[in-house]
């Protein structure tokens, strides 16, 4: 068994971080991600924070997000694909993130997710969230809104 190995990036991201995000989502959610399309999303955010797991070289999970508003925290994008999962990498991922947007003094983590990616929300519920709303998006696929005090228990 390989070990996985972590790593974060802050700021905008580069064309190899944006290149490895883009690989992953095709991979996870289908074709439609690109390059512009995930500069063209981030663009003009602040405190853009990303981690990256990677197996012998290669990337294959990561946690995106960045600044929605003073003191919350968008935890925007991310995913493990199958073949690396089952390794506590996602729960890792979400560990990281938010001990950084602790120190950064970040109060309240936002994230959404599809209300039929049970893995998802149950992960999230693991890790402290609370189920805040919902939202039917372009009034056809639910989404749950799930949101996480840092300053409670971070």
């Known amino acids: 068994m390989s070990t996985i190995e ?19 989502s095709e991979e996870l959610f289908g074709p439609g991600s690109n390059a512009a ?11 853009i924070y990303a981690c ?27 995913g493990v694909l199958p073949s690396a999962r089952r390794k506590g990498i996602a729960g890792e991922l979400q560990r990281m993130q938010h001990k950084w947007c602790k120190a950064q003094g970040f109060r309240i983590l936002t994230t959404i997710t599809d209300g039929h990616n049970a893995p998802m929300l149950i ?16 009034g056809q696929h639910l989404k749950v809104v799930l949101q996480k005090r840092l300053d409670a228990d971070g």
């Open 37 to 47: 399309e995930l500069r063209a999303s981030l663009q003009g955010k602040q405190q």
């Open 52 to 78: 990256l797991a990677f197996q012998e070289g290669r990337p294959v999970g990561y946690k995106l997000g960045y600044m929605q508003r003073a003191h919350y925290f968008e935890s925007w994008r991310g």
């Open 123 to 138: 992960l999230n519920l693991q890790h402290g969230f609370t189920i805040v709303g919902t939202v039917f998006d372009r």
């Open 6 to 24: 972590y790593r974060t990036f802050e700021g905008p991201p580069g064309d190899e971080l944006v290149a490895s995000i883009v690989t992953m």
